[in-house]
């Protein structure tokens, strides 16, 4: 499933196959809320990938939009920039290999709620897919027996070693199904995007100025970088999705992350009610159902705002924490 297709239907119902099993994961988990960690190499320790977000978007729609402002509220602020280098999960030149040597150890210096991983860019070179297939799916496994969430991302294509690279998508795409993870297909995006000019080394690309990372395509010059050119920075319209490589990550990332607090890790913040008109069928945000919530009338009465803090939605009364309802409409 390519996690760009939605923020909406990126799991769009409850019974979708990874929703439940990462809600049981979660439930297992002792942490801090709020809190993403990320494990990968180069392409996952540059600042050019998740902490632009921080800032401002430049052109995006209303899905985006929405995605960008449920994870400013509910991220840590330090998980956009501060939570990068080798003692959080990544670095230049490494290899899955790396991760599974030292996975236990960021699990238990960092905890976090949640986790993005991307091997393989140094990997195709290193190892076999048996190999990489082993090693991704113990971190995988770790990481959901320390109670994260994990969101797996496919690496991107290589220039010189397409064939190798998808293969290694491949494996990426087995794993979350058979653990039942989220999947961000970032190889699939930009081959949906770029079929025939991804690759930033190609011929036609040699002359434009600028360094490596300036390429009007999605790999940088180098052939194994995402690229960044700086006009399409934070840039989500279809432009820049085309054209910046590290943009395009971001945005799934972005929308993959949003999706799995709205269907997993916020619903665990809740205290659920079921008042009896709910469970009788009436609608929850009906006054009466409200009215149940709050202990009765008089109560209501005395509570002017009444349910200003609750997503109330058929059947249940859901409480929120006030810094949170903003985004739940």
């Known amino acids: 499933m390519v996690v760009a297709l939605a923020f909406t239907a990126f799991a769009t119902e409850s019974g979708a196959p990874w929703v439940q099993h990462m809600r049981d994961v979660r439930a297992r988990f002792t942490g801090t809320n709020g809190t993403l960690a990320q494990f990968g190499d180069s392409i996952t320790r540059s600042t050019a990938y998740w902490a632009p977000l921080a800032g401002t ?20 602020a330090q998980c956009w920039r501060d939570w990068k280098g080798a003692q959080f999960g990544n670095e230049g030149a490494m290899t899955i290999r ?36 082993a090693r991704t799916r113990e971190v995988v496994r770790r990481s959901l027996m320390n109670g994260t969430v994990v969101l797996l991302t496919t690496m991107p294509p290589r220039s010189g070693r397409l064939e190798q690279a998808r293969a290694f998508a491949d494996v990426a795409r087995r794993i979350a199904r058979e653990e039942r993870v989220p999947l961000i297909d970032y190889f699939a995006e930009i081959l949906k995007r770029r079929p025939g000019d991804w690759d930033g080394a190609l011929p036609q690309f040699k002359g434009i100025p600028g360094n490596e990372y300036q390429v009007p395509t999605l790999i940088a010059r180098d052939g194994v970088h995402p690229s960044n050119p700086s006009r399409f920075v934070n840039d989500f319209s279809e432009a820049g999705l085309r054209t910046n490589g590290f943009s395009l990550r971001n945005y799934l990332t972005l929308l993959g992350y949003a999706e799995v607090i709205e269907k997993v890790l916020q619903p665990a913040l809740y205290t659920p009610a079921a008042p009896a008109d709910a469970r009788r069928g009436r609608r929850a945000g009906s006054s009466r159902a409200r009215r149940a919530c709050h202990g009765g009338a008089a109560t209501a009465r005395r509570r002017r705002t009444w349910c200003r803090n609750h997503r109330h939605t058929w059947g249940r009364c859901y409480w929120l924490p006030s810094d949170l309802s903003a985004s739940t409409g």
């Open 57 to 76: 978007l430049k052109a995006t729609g209303p899905e985006a939009a929405r995605a960008h402002a449920l994870v400013k509220r509910y991220m840590k």
């Open 98 to 133: 790396w991760a599974s040597a030292n996975v236990d150890r960021w699990l238990t210096r960092l905890n976090p709620e949640a986790v993005v991983i991307m091997f393989g860019t140094n990997d195709v070179g290193q190892m076999d897919e048996t190999e990489y297939e």
